[in-house]
């Protein structure tokens, strides 16, 4: 028996990396009867049975999982914000981080195109940048155009399972490729033909980038807020979070009750307006989701 990592899951293979050989494996026949589906991100235990192949005898139990896209035990989530074209979408940049803290993952702000801003929308970047670090957001801003200029952000990927995330057009695979060259995800640079269908491919295969894994496609492409309820959304709010039961009624949602200690630190400035501002605009989203059956 040998301890490995599922890297990639191809047309009913799993291959798993152990030290630095990649085994193509099957799961065992009695996986799919218990229901057991075995994800790349997964430590397994294997069974070689050929000098690269083998078969999967256990799926250890997983920190974490997405289906979006299907990997397990995942650090942390990149989510990718361009300075420019789009324009830099807090509103956006906050739904992201209410999707990614709901699933107990860490997230990261990257923001590209710094080489794109104008003095006036660098301005405006600075004082975002400041504010989403004093939340205790991990935020870097920088461009893709030189992948010399980058390379520390290496330091962030080390031994750490990735995914990102992000709107179309944000720079996620020019991010990749410059980090790994040897990738060559297209960008809509050279594949603007190919359109959407660059990301449709439903395999997925964690690549290295510096001395980590990257989950190659992007995360989160359903941005709805099917599965979190009224409760649970200051949660995903660091800065409301910290004040939980604060507040004078147990259960406040913070919108129109008396003696609400998330409205008083917003008034005395220590919650910025537009953090509950969206956090009202989320909450609004969820109470009105119709009732499922
Ligand atoms: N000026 C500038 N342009 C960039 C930078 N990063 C990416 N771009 C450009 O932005 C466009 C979109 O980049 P992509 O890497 O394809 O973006 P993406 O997020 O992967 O987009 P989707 O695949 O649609 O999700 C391309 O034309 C890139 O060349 C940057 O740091 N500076
Ligand atoms: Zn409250």
């Not at 040998?2 to 899951?9: C, L, P, R, V």
């Not at 009867?33 to 997964?42: A, N, S, T, W, Y």
């Not at 030189?146 to 290496?154: A, G, N, R, V």
């Not at 964690?206 to 001395?211: A, F, R, T």
Request: proline fraction near 5%; charge should be positive; hydrophobic fraction near 35%.
């Amino acid at each position: 028996m040998t301890e490995g990592q599922i890297i990639k899951a191809l047309s009913g293979f799993y291959y798993v990396r152990a030290e630095d050989t990649v085994y193509r494996c099957r799961g065992r026949g009695v996986f799919r009867k218990k229901g057991i589906h075995p994800l790349v991100g997964d430590y397994v235990n294997f069974d070689i049975n050929d000098p690269n192949e083998g078969y999967i005898t256990e799926v250890k139990p997983r920190k974490n999982e997405l289906m979006r896209p299907p990997v397990a035990n995942i650090d942390q989530a990149i989510i990718v914000s361009s300075s420019v074209k789009p324009e830099f979408n807090p509103l956006l940049l906050d739904r992201f981080l209410v999707l990614i803290e709901y699933k107990s993952i860490k997230p990261i702000i990257f923001i590209t195109k710094a080489d794109a801003a104008s003095t006036e929308e660098k301005k405006i970047l600075e004082k975002y940048q400041k504010e989403y670090k004093q939340i205790g957001y991990h935020v870097e801003w920088f461009s893709t155009r030189d992948p010399k200029e980058i390379t520390y952000l290496f330091d962030l990927f080390k031994n750490k399972i990735s995914v990102v995330a992000g709107q179309s057009g944000v720079g996620k695979s020019s991010l990749l490729n410059a980090l790994n060259p040897s990738l060559f995800i297209k960008t809509d640079d050279i594949s603007e033909s190919l359109g959407r269908g660059k990301h449709t491919t439903r395999h997925v295969e964690l690549v290295e980038v510096g001395d980590g894994l990257v989950a190659d496609t992007p995360g989160f492409s359903s941005l709805d807020f099917n599965e979190i309820n009224m409760q649970d959304l200051a949660d995903c709010f660091p800065e409301m979070r910290s004040r939980k039961g604060k507040c004078k009624f147990r259960g406040c949602l913070h919108d129109r009750e008396p003696k609400c200690a998330i409205k008083e630190a917003v008034e005395l400035g220590k919650i910025k307006t537009y953090r509950y501002e969206h956090y009202l605009s989320f909450l609004n989203e969820i109470q009105s989701r119709k009732p499922r059956y």
